[in-house]
């Protein structure tokens, strides 16, 4: 059975296809000419915005709900997000 969520992603990659159709190459090329992202790239892009928005504060939802911080000792910065337990 398909998610509804699934369905939406679907029907909206059918529709950017059916407009790249109009640049008369293969689906990939159009996005580069237009200058667009994939829809796999808008949905990262969105869920990094959504995430970071959680992680600040910036809206109504709590961050230890969902994710907890974990100091590491190995290169880059000293944080690890991961999902909560609880």
């Known amino acids: 059975m398909v ?7 679907d029907h909206n990659e059918k529709i950017q296809s059916r407009f790249t159709e109009h640049f ?4 990939n090329k ?3 000419l237009a200058q667009l992202p994939g ?14 928005k ?3 504060g910036l809206n109504k939802i709590s961050y230890p709900d969902f994710f907890e911080f974990r100091l ?11 999902f909560s337990s609880g």
Do not use: M
């Open 72 to 82: 590491r000792s190995t290169g880059g910065h000293s944080y690890v997000l991961s």
């Open 3 to 9: 998610s509804s969520s699934q369905r939406r992603i």
């Open 30 to 32: 159009p996005l580069r």
């Open 39 to 52: 829809l796999e790239i808008k949905r990262i892009q969105n869920d990094l915005i959504c995430f970071d």
């Open 24 to 27: 008369s190459v293969a689906y």
């Open 54 to 56: 959680i992680i600040f």
